[in-house]
């Protein structure tokens, strides 16, 4: 996992990361949120799909509704497709917290280990 995501996050006693190696470090994990979060509207997808009996882009519509929270675009019949949308509307915000977190987990880590380093120990990173 630590050769997918890069360097692992600084220790206390190490400088902050330099800017272009904290861009690069962003942009991996907004892709890895991306990839959640398409992997759950996927898995949505296939749920209404043949759950319910959806097209393909209805279903991609309606697992995005629901997994942002905006509620389904269509109404489910069947009482398997309601018991799965019920289970994925849950998992929906499950999945939300999880990828807000894992794009915010770099900035909030710099923002705090900005306040560990030592006066004059980062200038050069900056």
Request: a positive charge; charged letters at 15%; hydrophobic letters at 50%.
């Amino acid at each position: 996992m630590q050769r997918i995501l890069g360097r692992r996050f600084e220790r206390k006693q190490e400088q902050l990361l330099p800017r272009k190696q904290f861009a690069k470090r962003m942009i991996i994990f907004a892709f890895l949120g991306i990839f959640i979060e398409a992997a759950a509207i996927l898995i949505g997808t296939l749920g209404f799909h043949y759950l319910e009996g959806l097209s393909w882009l209805d279903g991609i519509l309606n697992a995005a509704m629901v997994i942002t929270g905006n509620g389904p675009a269509f109404e489910p019949h069947t009482e398997w497709a309601k018991i799965f949308q019920i289970l994925f509307s849950v998992c929906g915000v499950i999945i939300f917290v999880m990828v807000m977190s894992v794009i915010i987990a770099p900035v909030f880590h710099r923002v705090l280990h900005h306040f560990h380093v030592a006066p004059g120990d980062n200038s050069s990173n900056e």
